[in-house]
């Protein structure tokens, strides 16, 4: 897409930031209060720990988001993304994704891993076709709406 950017957090993208997240999250599922915390305190949840949110602007309207939350040394955790569905199956989501591989990398991370449902076909098959692949073991409590966890180890890449 043309005139497609993607830039790191800017606190004037916050809103967007909740607002498409939230937008997916109660078309699916609930709110939870892990949601609530990281979209309401974007600063102190990522960007202070060493992580980033990215945004995919066209024309200068936010249209995507993803956030890589800095889990542990050497660890990412990919979360919080979401495209608008008006602009949903047109690569923007790939596009966020390939930067937040990149930011991992620029870091020297080795492993980035995500928690989402096995209903998300569509993003499912796009973390597949970008080299996650699916843990055997569900692993983490802080979502009631997580079933499957997705890994991508970097040193492969």
Do not use: H
Not at 14 to 26: C, H, V, Y
Not at 48 to 76: C, H, P
Not at 135 to 142: G, N, S, V
């Amino acid at each position: 897409m043309k005139n497609l950017n993607i830039v790191s957090f800017n606190k004037k993208y916050k809103a967007d930031f909740e607002k498409l997240n939230r937008e997916w999250i109660e078309e699916f599922f609930q709110m939870e209060d892990e949601d609530f915390y990281t979209l309401q305190n974007p600063e102190s949840y990522v960007i202070e720990k060493n992580g980033e949110i990215f945004f995919a602007l066209y024309d200068q309207e936010v249209i995507g988001t993803a956030a890589m939350i800095r889990f542990s040394d050497g660890i990412f955790e990919l979360a919080k993304m979401s495209v608008m569905k008006s602009y949903q199956g047109r690569g923007v989501g790939k596009l966020l994704l390939k930067r937040c591989i990149q930011f991992a990398q620029e870091r020297q991370a080795d492993e980035i891993f995500l928690l989402t449902n096995d209903v998300l076909k569509p993003a499912l098959n796009l973390y597949l076709s970008c080299g996650f692949k699916i843990r055997d073991k569900y692993d983490d409590e802080r979502y009631k709406r997580g079933n499957t966890k997705m890994t991508l180890i970097l040193k492969d890449q």
